[in-house]
């Protein structure tokens, strides 16, 4: 997969590039990432990105024409040597205005052949790039950060990690939280069997796969009951397209059952 960023601040992107999974996703080419930096397209002498709020204000916006020739840029970057019958890269805004990023957006984005990343700084980005240069926007949740750029990396390890070869164990992305069935992660356990009085659930120590498969299900239905009932309202559930199978069924009843005592 091809990406290119467009930032101000390029150097913030080593936190990707130096360490784990995505160092090593980069590495081997599974990704490549090219970092597009609209002050080196500031045609004016001072190299200005960023201007007044028309209509008075607080603050900058990053003016449109640095942001343009940046984003020619990146989609150059990201295209392609065949050029036939090539995709042309979505443009991605990260934003709190943008749609809440969930993990089948992350899939669906991470078999893209290319995408371009867009990071705004100061009080956002002229909205005549957003209407014209921007095919989506995506937020991370509903806070304000001081800009696009950590949003940018957490997109890119999500969509990272699900490119073939990234995890060393190719099932590994389909086992955690919300890849699978959309139920919190069970609780794990590693040596020593005892620490400070806390011993391990004993049926994890049994060697009996179906009872540790179910125990590892209920586990995760009950996390998901406390922490995040949400997830099992039955229109999310329809939304998502998720069915509860028989044993889900009687463990979730089971667990409201408890619950209530
Ligand atoms: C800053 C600000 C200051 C005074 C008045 C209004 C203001 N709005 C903003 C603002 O929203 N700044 C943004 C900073 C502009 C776009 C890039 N920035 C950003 C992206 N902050 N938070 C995100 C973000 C992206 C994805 N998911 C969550 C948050």
């Not at 390029?10 to 081997?28: C, H, Q, Y």
Request: hydrophobic share 40%.
């Amino acid at each position: 997969m091809r990406v290119s960023v467009v930032t101000l601040f390029p150097e913030m992107f080593t936190a990707l590039t130096d360490s784990g999974i995505t160092r090593r996703a980069v590495e081997r080419h599974l990704l490549s990432l090219a970092l597009v930096n609209p002050r080196d397209y500031a045609g004016n002498k001072h190299g200005s990105v960023d201007d007044k709020p028309y209509g008075g204000g607080p603050g900058m916006v990053m003016s449109v024409a640095p942001l343009r020739s940046a984003l020619q840029v990146a989609r150059l970057a990201v295209e392609g040597s065949g050029k036939a019958q090539e995709k042309k890269p979505k443009v991605v805004y990260l934003t709190p205005q943008g749609q809440p990023l969930k993990q089948p957006l992350v899939e669906s984005l991470a078999k893209e052949e290319s995408l371009v990343l867009l990071c705004g700084r100061y009080e956002g980005i002229d909205e005549r790039v957003v209407e014209s240069d921007v095919d989506l926007e995506v937020s991370l949740g509903d806070y304000v950060i001081s800009g696009g750029e950590l949003a940018a990396m957490v997109l890119l390890d999500a969509i990272i990690r699900l490119q073939p070869g990234a995890l060393g164990d190719e099932n590994s992305a389909g086992q955690d939280s919300f890849s699978g069935r959309g139920w919190l992660d069970y609780p794990h356990f590693t040596r020593p069997e005892t620490i400070d009085g806390q011993d391990v659930p004993a049926v994890l120590l049994s060697g009996d796969h179906a009872a540790i498969a179910s125990w590892r299900l209920e586990q995760a239905l009950k996390k998901t009951l406390l922490k995040r009932p949400d997830l099992l309202e039955p229109q999310v559930l329809k939304n998502s397209g998720v069915e509860l199978s028989k044993q889900e069924i009687e463990i979730v009843a089971r667990l409201q059952a408890d619950l209530n005592d």
